[in-house]
């Protein structure tokens, strides 16, 4: 025993330091970014001074190894998809779907986020469900949006679904490829496509219970990224709609007090030549030369300035007539605006010049280049004109303008710029592109033409040749936290493998059990591999326990069938950890999640299908 300790005391040092990062990602109180720095640094550092020799003289953990990690095809794949979402996102490219989608719902919105959340469970059974998760994550998020949920809530339950989905199928992951590849190599019968399908659907819909009905309470209401930067708090701005003789709105009747086409605007008072019409609008038919004050959230305005523009067009075709005025062009005016606009807010600063007077007699327009869409006053509820309204300190106006203009804002002295609000419209050309691009990225990861890490990169290059995004866009989609947190887990993962720690811990629970009879030792295996995969690569978990599973099975003179699938099933439990699978990792920047998020949600799911496999299994497989 003390030979072996001493023999092997490298790995124990691994097992401490996979350990002590691992307690350091679940406490809030260290940042992922540092812990994985110093994770990665310890292991160069130590490797180098005592290093794990080959016959050879060479060291098998050197930095070149430990630091390979970074240039995984796996985490490159994950970051270009990254752009490649945010180019479908941006772009607006999903917003149609999500539309029709969400108009299905109706009143019953939980409804259609569990049907598609099941359909995202059937898709991942026959692709692979990484591409799958990539197609979804823009979805869910526009549709948490349209249905007023936080993309915290859902985006956790779409990774664990993927995941689900695709242990149900032989190609549903590469995991199940790559054992059943490894399986067949140490002389076990071929697996077939839907083999292991019928337990794995008895584990898939347990799984899918606890996903779709409790993890969403488990997940904090925490904003996401777009909320932070689209503000995604639900402030009101007073705008105002003018009717001429061809507006959309020309004729347009109320019915039950409300006007259909200004969907999720409430219009506070209509202003007819002397007269003020207040609420409730009862058999009210809009009339050229009225005025239409209503409040709207800037989502709200964004989305109509999107998808009904005309609604705005006397504003947008002066703004534009102003900027060919400028130019010395006399172009017509595109019916809609395009990505070139930027939507941002802007604070009334204390001593401005705009104080006391309203939005006509400061000029604004011709100043900034800038028009206002709204303006918001915490301090009570506007039923006026904006012609009439006189602005105070703190007054947030709701700005529309070229990239230019608004960055022109911050040399302003007489408003604050929220550059954190800032919102490029997207433009239904490069939507189309998007499509485009997104499409033939799936279509070719897909249909094995080309490895999904030269599809992602190539859709991402893509993304930024055909100017669906900026290359400044294109960074800010690369979650910096990811690319440390995979970086740091293969590294650890390699130096788990190559001390023999991986090997050492399977081994164990063979020899442990092998008294207790095959049932237990496939059960306390599938404990062990479900941990671990969190901590290695799936893959990697995958084609290390294979031949260990076969091997055990050999030994208690038993079919080793059923503990090849039991490896493909506890790989896939990878749901404790972000960099225990891609998907985890895709939806940790959208969801903004933290380590812990991760723990508190998956490890009750592992043990709940590993409660499900120990009591189904051995009367399944006739153990």
Not at 119 to 133: Q, R, Y
Not at 309 to 335: K, R, S, V, W, Y
Request: proline fraction near 5%; aromatic fraction near 8%; charged fraction near 15%.
């Amino acid at each position: 025993m003390e030979t072996f300790l001493s023999e092997n005391w490298q790995m124990w040092v691994t097992l401490a330091v996979i350990g002590v990062t691992v307690i350091c990602y679940s406490m809030s109180r260290f940042s992922l970014e540092m812990t994985s720095l110093f994770a990665v640094g310890f292991l160069m550092i130590f490797f180098h001074i005592f290093p794990v020799e080959s016959a050879g003289g060479q060291n098998l953990l050197s930095s070149t190894v430990l630091l390979s990690g970074f240039a995984s095809p796996a985490l490159i794949a994950v970051m270009a998809l990254l752009v490649v979402g945010q180019g479908l996102f941006h772009s607006g490219a999903l917003d149609k779907p999500t539309r029709v989608i969400a108009t299905l719902a109706g009143s019953r919105p939980q409804l259609v986020v569990l049907s598609t959340l099941v359909l995202v469970a059937v898709v991942s059974a026959f692709l692979n469900n990484t591409p799958v998760a990539v197609m979804f994550i823009p979805i869910m998020a526009t549709l948490a949006a349209r249905l007023r949920h936080r993309p915290s809530k859902l985006m956790m339950s779409l990774s664990f679904v993927c995941i689900l989905g695709g242990m149900t199928t032989l190609i549903g992951s590469s995991t199940n490829l790559l054992a059943a590849g490894i399986a067949e190599q140490v002389g076990v019968a071929r697996i077939g496509f839907f083999d292991f399908t019928v337990f794995a659907l008895i584990l898939a819909a347990v799984g899918m219970v606890y996903t779709l009905f409790v993890v969403p309470r488990l997940m904090p209401n925490r904003e996401g990224l777009a909320d932070e930067m689209t503000g995604g708090s639900g402030k009101q701005f007073i705008a105002q709609i003018q009717i001429t003789y061809d507006h959309p709105l020309m004729g347009t009747k109320s019915v039950a007090g409300f006007f259909p086409p200004l969907k999720d605007m409430t219009v506070r008072m209509i202003q007819r030549r002397e007269h003020a019409i207040l609420p409730p609008f009862e058999d009210i038919e809009l009339q050229p030369g009225d005025e239409i004050i209503l409040a709207a959230t800037r989502q709200t305005l964004a989305d109509a300035l999107r998808e009904r523009a005309g609604i705005f067009a006397n504003m947008l075709e002066e703004h534009h007539q102003n900027q060919a005025a400028d130019a010395g062009t006399g172009e017509e005016t595109p019916e809609r605006p395009t990505g070139d606009l930027t939507m941002v807010e802007v604070v009334v600063a204390p001593g401005s010049r705009m104080i006391g007077r309203n939005i006509e007699q400061i000029g604004f327009r011709q100043e900034t280049g800038c028009i206002v869409l709204g303006i918001e006053r915490r301090s009570r509820m506007i039923r006026s004109q904006m012609s009439d309204i006189r602005l105070e300190d703190g007054d947030v106006l709701l700005v529309l303008g070229k990239a230019s203009d608004v960055e022109g804002l911050r040399l302003n002295r007489d408003v604050i710029p929220l550059e954190w609000s800032a919102t490029e419209l997207p433009d239904p050309n490069r939507a189309s592109r998007a499509r485009v691009i997104f499409g033939g990225t799936v279509l070719a990861a897909v249909s094995g033409l080309v490895p999904i890490e030269v599809a992602a990169l190539v859709g991402a290059a893509a993304m930024i040749t055909l100017d669906v995004l900026n290359i400044r866009q294109a960074a800010r989609a690369i979650d910096r936290r990811i690319f440390l947190l995979v970086g740091a887990a293969l590294a650890m993962g390699t130096a788990l493998d190559v001390t023999g720690g991986a090997a050492f811990l399977g081994q164990g629970v063979v020899d442990v059990f092998a008294g207790a009879g095959p049932a237990v030792a496939l059960s306390a295996l599938f404990l062990i591999i479900a941990v671990i995969t969190n901590i290695l690569t799936n893959n990697a978990t995958a084609v290390l326990f294979v031949p260990i599973a076969v091997n055990a099975a050999n030994q208690f003179g038993v079919d080793p069938m059923p503990f090849v699938y039991m490896v493909i099933f506890a790989a896939n439990c990878s749901f404790a950890t972000p960099m225990g699978y891609q998907t985890n990792l895709l939806v940790m920047g959208p969801g903004h999640y933290q380590f812990g998020d991760y723990m508190r949600a998956g490890v009750p799911l592992i043990l709940i299908l590993w409660i499900t496999f120990s009591l189904f299994a051995p009367w399944y497989y006739a153990l």
